[in-house]
């Protein structure tokens, strides 16, 4: 299902709407997974703006955890030559000297450009030494994602790892304004970004999370702290750093939420994805936990099934009868304690009972279907 995530970064948006944003949440017991499937999703949407399927024209990283060099080494394994790094991928260093101190202690020749907030070094790398500034940070990923060749609209998706760096130099409300003011820019296609749950308040997350249209959560495989090693076996630790659950929650445009989950693990200098069997862990988190039983048992499902709705025809081959407000009585049949003087007067003697409709008008100045509003007078 980590396809699923890529696929809906791949296209985009819509005309009116902000760009979709996928927030990747890790935790401390499993972040070399979490750093990997951040590398995942990255290598995969700038493969797919490599070959032309993607609505975004290319990727702009924000390197906070990472140099530059990781993720053009990982895309490369994953297949992008040099030509293609250099015509869809943009990389805004926030790792190499994110305060601008080691630019303050060089030579007198790089002094001279020592005012410049930012300088780039390579042909898709760009150094930026003042993090703490936010604006300046967005106009510097805007002006790489502008920089794109193509015909048409030019589009540009943003990859931010991590918001747990950006934000020891920032405030969250100016960072949380940062990401909202990138999904609503004209140009922008996708966003997605990561962070540490763990090293913030429970509220952190969360507010970013209200920001995205998809939340993926990397858990470890197995979170009981007590188990029983056995000679030759992993302990918890070890396993939680070669596996863990790749849990994502996706809203979709029409409002409905889907949940689903993948079993995320290392193989060599690589991470890989393996669907679960059945989401049942999943599903059992999501009903509430309440003090009364909400499933029937098989004795209340019996008793449900038998009972006989008002209205409804058993079908025991007996004539149907409609319930019109009295008593019905069967064909031919008298009330016996109906007074007799009554059932003459009710059923004549001469058989040929007829019903007739006596009108009496209140007076002769009423003309006969007259549409005249009887209650003319009433302001209503």
Not at 178 to 187: D, F, I, V, W
Request: charged share 25%; aromatic share 6%; net charge negative.
């Amino acid at each position: 299902m980590a396809e699923a995530v890529v696929r809906y970064l791949r296209d985009g948006r819509l005309d009116g709407e902000h760009a979709p944003a996928l927030a990747l949440e890790g935790s401390l017991q499993c972040c070399s997974l979490a750093a990997g499937a951040m590398l995942h999703v990255t290598a995969a949407l700038a493969s797919q703006a490599a070959a032309g399927k993607a609505q975004a024209r290319g990727l702009v990283v924000v390197a906070f955890d990472r140099s530059p060099e990781v993720y053009l080494e990982f895309m490369r394994r994953r297949g992008l030559d040099a030509n293609a790094l250099n015509r869809c991928v943009r990389i805004l260093d926030c790792y190499t000297d994110p305060l601008g101190w080691k630019q303050k202690f060089q030579n007198q020749q790089h002094q001279e450009n020592s005012t410049k907030q930012f300088s780039t070094n390579k042909e898709n790398i760009t150094v930026l030494r003042n993090v703490k500034d936010v604006n300046k940070m967005m106009y510097s990923i805007t002006e790489l994602g502008g920089g794109f060749e193509g015909e048409g609209k030019m589009y540009f998706s943003i990859a931010v790892d991590s918001i747990s760096s950006l934000l020891r130099h920032a405030s969250v409300p100016s960072v949380s304004g940062l990401l909202s003011n990138l999904r609503s820019h004209e140009q922008v296609s996708s966003i997605f970004w990561l962070i540490h749950s763990d090293l913030h308040e429970p509220k952190v997350p969360r507010a970013f999370e209200c920001l995205s249209t998809m939340v993926a959560c990397v858990e470890p495989a197995l979170v009981d702290p007590v188990c029983v090693e056995s000679p030759g076996s992993m302990s918890t630790l070890e396993q939680n750093y070669s596996k863990a659950k790749f849990i994502v929650r996706l809203k979709r445009r029409n409002g409905r939420v889907k949940h689903f989950y993948e079993d995320l693990y290392v193989e060599g200098n690589d991470v890989k994805f393996d669907s679960a069997h059945v989401s049942t862990e999943v599903n059992q988190s999501l009903v509430p936990k309440v003090q009364f039983n909400l499933e029937l048992s098989e004795k209340e499902r019996t008793d449900r099934a038998n009972v006989v709705l008002p209205f409804e025809h058993q079908g025991k081959g007996e004539p149907i009868q409609i319930y019109d407000g009295r008593r019905s009585l069967p064909e031919g049949q008298r009330d016996p304690n109906l007074a007799p003087a009554l059932v003459d007067e009710i059923a004549p003697k001469s058989g040929t009972a007829k019903g007739e409709i006596h009108y009496v008008r209140d007076s002769d100045d009423e003309q006969p279907d007259s549409d005249e509003d009887p209650d003319d007078d009433l302001d209503i």
